[in-house]
């Protein structure tokens, strides 16, 4: 029985808003409205969002984030037709300017924005470019395909002369193995397991084998992103699996793709249509009482920073300040250095991990947690790769023109794994995942997936 056929339990989200009725809010309603960005003008051209740009790097004609943000701004302010300049599509949204900032200017709020407006205004419907970006961009919609006939989807995408044929129609690189769709998806796993009742009855068992309150008010609502329901379920399995152990009840709502490949590739319209099923089936779940965890970095990211940035949809403030990352969360409410100080891990996992952090873990303070985390943790030791950007950004490195660049970016990554013992990468991102092992070569792993070796008997 799926989740939409299953009668609601006192322990069910209640069915979600889908948002229909949100009117869409326009970007730049009107070239006025540019100038009134709040930290706009706190730009004081010290150029450190520049030094810190990873695409301004490698890629000469990149005029980085300084221009893209509070120069373009201004230019926009002062000329009533001004036109976005073409060069914020090259822009990978990698958000480490936002980082480095020090004026706390909104800049990838302002590429976001200019992006769209680009886009929307600017970019030809009918141009390759146009139709490359949104098929990557609605990776959810291929992937949702393909997982009706996994075996088959995995066979054509990696047949040579089909990804020869899509790098030179659609501009989409041949040199990237397109990642496997798994035979099962999440939910479907998920749906197989009882779903929320399912979890309610081992959340509770968990409890009592725990000595905890059995009516402890634990509870959770997994966003697991496209890429934890149809290419890696593991990492989906491994987050209930955890949880429960620690005697959390898992629902997992109706959802969408979160909109970051959206986002980076200025599809604004497609980015908001998915949030707002997004919001709408937090802030149910929020009112009752869960909190949205993500596995993914980059989904945590647009839940908290982009959508309340980007798009007025109610309730989106609330589901930003009840939204975390999966191992975050747990940091946060349980004695995790406590759980791992009582084990050992052996088997295929007792490895020295190449940890690397992602952007948008940066963003979020979250790049220290897994080495710290699993410092102590007997058989393993997880090494730290350095701060520098896997390059891939979503979907950046699967563009043709972008490869070389995107390897270029990922080069000092790849040389600190390789500097490690093991032959086994981690990160919390499915596409720096990718990047890792397509540059290594090596195995690439999610925190979740140690973490519930370690604590999951
Ligand atoms: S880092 Fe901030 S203050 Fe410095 S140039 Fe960039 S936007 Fe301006
Ligand atoms: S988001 Fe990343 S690629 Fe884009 S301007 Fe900022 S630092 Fe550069």
Redesign the pocket.
Known sequence: MSDAERPPTEFEPAEPNTGEEFEPVDVFPDSTDFDLRPGADSCYKCST?DT?????EVDDDFP??KF?GPEQWRLKQNEEDYEVDDSVMD????????NACPSGVP??QM?NTARGEYVENQMSKLSVEYIRNRILANYRTSAWFASKVPRLANAVMNFGPARWVMEKTMGVTSEREFPAFATETFREWWDRQGAAGGSRERARENRERRGDPVDADKKVAYFHGCYSNYNTPEVGKAMVRVYEHFGYEVVVPEQRCSGTPMFANGMLTDARRHAEVNVSSMADLVEQGYDAIASCTSCSMALRQEYPELFDIDGVEEVAAHTFESVEYLRIHEDLRGAIDETEIDGDLAEEFAYHAP?HARNQGLNRQAVELFGDLDGVDVEDVGDSCSGI?GTYGWKAEKYDKSMEIGEEMFEHMEDTDGETGMTECPTCAMQMEHGTGYEIRHPLELLEAAVVE
């Open positions: 969002c810190n740009c990873p695409v301004a980085g984030p893209q822009c990978s949204n990698c958000m480490r300017c936002d800049l990838s590429h952007c950004s």
